[in-house]
């Protein structure tokens, strides 16, 4: 069964920093697409940050415009885990942070019913 759990989240203030984690069972992330959506109240998910399967010896990775400069993406295939790693946290970045796979990134902004084998979801505040 394919399973990724996520966590990392927690409560910090505008200006931090945390890194998620998207572990994975069942398969080898490696082969597969991992994106980073999020949702907050009210709002619809969005996604925010995709790393490729590999590619020859090369991951690809796609950063929605409000990470870009923020949140790095990255994999340890080791421990069979995707990170993401945010700095300079703002209040807008608040949301319940969720990992999922998909063949591919393309569809990672729409949030394309590609993706699946959704966690849980790890909340993320940023308040003062």
């Known amino acids: 069964q394919l399973q990724l759990v996520e966590s990392g989240g927690g409560l910090v203030q505008p200006g931090g920093s945390l890194r998620l984690s998207c572990a994975g069972s069942?398969?080898?992330?490696?082969?597969?697409?991992i994106a980073w959506f999020r949702q907050a109240p009210g709002k619809e998910r969005e996604g925010v940050s995709c790393?490729?399967?590999?590619?020859?010896?090369?991951?690809?990775?796609y950063y929605a415009d409000s990470a870009k400069g923020r949140f790095t993406i990255s994999r340890d295939n080791a421990k069979n885990t995707v990170y993401l790693q945010m700095n300079s946290l703002k209040p807008e970045d608040t949301a319940v942070y969720y990992c999922?796979?998909?063949?591919?990134?393309?569809?990672?902004?729409?949030?394309?019913?590609?993706?699946?084998?959704w966690g849980q979801g790890t909340q993320v505040t940023v308040s003062s």
């Open positions: 999922a796979a998909a063949s591919r990134c393309s569809g990672y902004v729409t949030v394309d019913t590609e993706f699946g084998s």
């Open positions: 069942g398969f080898t992330l490696d082969s597969r697409a």
């Open positions: 790393i490729s399967s590999r590619t020859g010896s090369i991951y690809y990775a």
